[in-house]
């Protein structure tokens, strides 16, 4: 069983119609769950940390929220430039780096 | 203003020779982390180091080797190369071990081994 499931594996959507990529996660003492977002031939590039249930970053159009077992990132009237894969990670009490989720491909059409 | 720099960026190896892929970064950190990404995989963590002349393995350390004899430098060998080990190799680096989570990615070196 993956500890980490980002859900959908794609997603496509038209200029401006928002929605939100799902990161499940099954560890145990979560200390922080990290969202980075990955350009085609490109490393990923870190986007937010979040600590604690309840806790929410904005940057742009894009908004991360965290609940006990999984996270929301929401994009609200996307771009074409937001188009690109979205990874979860976890860093939790059983590990000492970070677990990575398999990601989300989201592609933004004009 | 290099962040961390992998060489070489596309290497093709037959089965069986060996090479090394560099990993630089300008940052000071103390961290470096070499992964590996396969389609339908994700990102899996081949070997970390926590500092200068430290080492560990990660969740598939099998057929890798790693050197960590400068700060800024942490080299990824492959002694033996398999068809298996074709993939996209992405060294990363942070100031903490996962606290912040904020890891700086190189750019990738893609290996094909025939």
């Known amino acids: 069983e993956d500890q980490v499931t980002q859900s959908p594996e794609a997603l496509r959507l038209q200029e401006g119609e928002s929605s939100s990529l799902n990161c499940s996660y099954t560890?145990?003492?979560?200390?922080?769950l990290f969202w980075y977002r990955q350009d085609p031939g490109k490393g990923p590039e870190f986007l937010f940390t979040?600590?604690?249930a309840g806790e929410e970053k904005e940057k742009e159009r894009l908004k991360a929220t965290l609940t006990k077992k999984e996270s929301f990132l929401h994009i609200t009237a996307p771009k074409p430039e937001d188009s690109a894969t979205y990874l979860c990670?976890?860093?939790?009490?059983?590990?000492?780096?970070?677990?990575f989720g398999k990601g989300t491909m989201l592609l933004v059409s004009p | 203003n290099a962040g961390v720099t992998q060489t070489p960026k596309f290497r093709v190896l037959k089965t069986g020779q060996s090479m090394t892929l560099l990993c630089a970064q300008d940052?000071?950190?103390?961290?470096m982390y070499w992964y590996r990404q396969d389609p339908g995989m994700g990102l899996r963590l081949i070997h970390y180091s926590v500092g200068e002349g430290t080492t560990a393995k990660g969740e598939v350390p099998d057929g890798y080797n790693v050197s960590r004899l400068k700060k800024q430098n942490f080299l990824l060998g492959l002694e033996s190369a398999a068809p298996s080990q074709t993939s996209v190799y992405f060294c990363?680096?942070?100031?903490?071990?996962?606290?912040?989570?904020?890891?700086?990615f190189g750019e990738g070196s893609r290996l094909t081994v025939l």
């Open positions: 979040l600590y604690s």
């Open positions: 940052m000071n950190h103390e961290y």
């Open positions: 560890v145990s003492g979560l200390r922080g």
């Open positions: 990363a680096s942070s100031y903490s071990l996962g606290d912040t989570g904020e890891l700086f």
């Open positions: 990670a976890v860093h939790w009490a059983g590990y000492s780096t970070l677990t």
